[in-house]
């Protein structure tokens, strides 16, 4: 390719092309073996943490006991023969995939027949200090053996279910080319079995059939990590209802005494409002952070679901005569747990609503008993200012006596001054004459003054 074509490409082109290449299938032929590990790190000391770090912290661990270099970088996929056995392994969101396929002579994995077909699992291979390192991680432990057969159901069908320590069986034609078995059961050797029939399978569908089986294994758990949340949050939102149709309760009881006593005292009415307030107030916190605990959960929970179902589908299953399919299986004991989920999720959701309902109803009601409350207040008000005028209006009369007594006096020093100069006048009998007018002009005056500031 020219080099000067390489800048005409957006940056994401090329990593967005590889992105759909980057899962292959493995290339299987019967016979094989497999060992499949989900590891699922998530835990209390790694919250918060970045999964692909963790993961590739294991993943390295595992390669270094090999001297094989691990994948740098924001590697979510790597494959590896390491002679003996073959990993590929996958960074999901919440967890990461590890599957062992046996290297050694194909006929070893049944060379002993169908009945030992599980002793030649790739587990052996794997160091046992790395796995213990993977102490409380394993979400996932199976053993898968891919065995060439041409033998009629019947036939196959006893060796096949020595394997599973006569359990019973879950099993399907699949892809009119094979057949699957399982129990999806976890065994004594803490592996859960599938076995898968090579009856004509063409080029890549024996590997397809595998990682399907193995991601319906996978997802299967996962979305199931749902369930414990599900039922720990059962009781909860059943304590929460029951307070909130007591709490609905008293609210009833408290507005027809409030009706009661609307006359009496509204202070008193507040104060049970308010009360009644803060417990629905914790109400709402507490459905709030039950449901900010679980929806992350359901919603993976919900997906996982939708992906075990779209595998199935891929399988293509035909029945078996007296087996029950991979599809029947799961409608009968996965999907009632995801039931489950959903309904403990739609009950957050509900609860939730009613919860804001009453609330709203609640803050309605205080705001009603404030505005009576303020009104009472604007009555009180408009009483004391009714008395104030009262009371300014008596305290007026006094005010027009003592201005005309002083201006009577000034009255009467002033004549004394006039009868001083030679003027023969009474300046008392004066003073007593101006008494009628000084009063009636400062009454006058006042009430002037009065409307001046009315206006």
């Known amino acids: 390719m020219n080099p000067a074509y390489t800048q005409l490409n957006h940056p994401l082109r090329i990593p967005l092309a590889a992105e759909i290449h980057s899962r292959p299938s493995l290339r299987l032929r019967a016979p094989e073996a497999v060992t499949h590990l989900a590891v699922y790190s998530k835990s209390e000391a790694h919250l918060g943490a970045d999964n692909l770090l963790v993961q ?42 590890f599957t ?10 049944a060379g002993h027949g169908v009945a030992q077909a599980f002793s030649r699992v790739p587990i052996k291979h794997l160091p046992l200090q790395w796995l213990a390192e993977l102490q409380g991680k394993i979400m996932v432990a ?23 320590e ?33 009856r004509s399978f063409l080029d890549q569908q024996a590997g397809r059939i595998v990682q399907r089986l193995l991601e319906i294994e996978t997802y299967r758990m996962m979305a199931l990590l749902g369930l414990p949340n599900a039922q720990k949050a059962a009781p909860v939102l059943t304590s929460i209802e029951d307070e909130l149709v007591k709490l609905t309760a008293a609210l009833t009881m408290s507005g ?64 078996i005569e007296g087996t029950p399919t991979i599809e029947e299986f799961m409608d009968r004991r996965l999907a009632p747990a995801m039931n489950t989920c959903e309904a403990i999720m739609r009950r957050q959701v509900t609860l939730a609503d009613r919860i804001a309902h009453t609330n709203d109803l609640l803050r309605t009601r205080v705001g009603i008993v404030q505005e009576q409350q303020n009104r009472r207040i604007l009555q009180s ?3 004391r200012a009714a008395q104030q005028l009262r009371l300014q209006q ?47 002009a400062v009454w006058l005056g006042l009430r002037r003054m009065h409307r001046g500031l009315d206006h």
């Open 142 to 164: 199976a053993h898968v053996v891919l065995i060439q057969s041409e033998d009629d159901l019947e036939a196959g069908y006893a060796p096949v279910r020595e394997l599973f």
């Open 56 to 97: 590739q912290e294991i993943l390295a661990s595992f390669c270094k006991y090999f001297g094989v270099a691990c994948p740098a970088g924001n590697a979510k996929y790597f494959f590896h023969d390491f002679g003996r056995f073959r990993l590929k392994w996958e960074c999901h969101t919440e967890f990461a995939t």
């Open 100 to 109: 062992f396929v046996e290297n050694e002579n194909g006929e070893d994995v």
């Open 256 to 319: 027809d005494a409030a009706a009661e006593s609307e006359h009496a005292n509204g202070f008193d009415e507040t104060d049970t409002e308010q009360v009644l307030l803060r417990q629905i107030i914790d109400l709402a916190a507490r459905t709030e952070r039950l449901s900010t605990e679980n929806s992350y959960r359901f919603s993976a929970s919900k997906a996982y679901f939708t992906l075990v179902q779209s595998r199935i589908d891929e399988l293509r299953e035909r029945r």
């Open 381 to 383: 008000m408009n009483a």
């Open 166 to 198: 006569g359990n019973v069986l879950v099993g399907s034609s699949v892809l009119e080319r094979g057949e699957v078995w399982t129990d999806f059961l976890i065994h004594a050797d803490g592996f859960s079995r599938f076995v898968v029939k090579d």
């Open 394 to 440: 008596a305290v007026e009369g006094l005010s027009v006596a003592a201005i005309s007594y002083y201006v009577a006096g000034l009255f009467n020093y002033a004549g004394k001054a006039v009868k001083a100069i030679g003027i023969q006048i009474n300046p008392d009998l004066v003073t007593g004459l101006l008494i009628p007018v000084i009063a009636a």
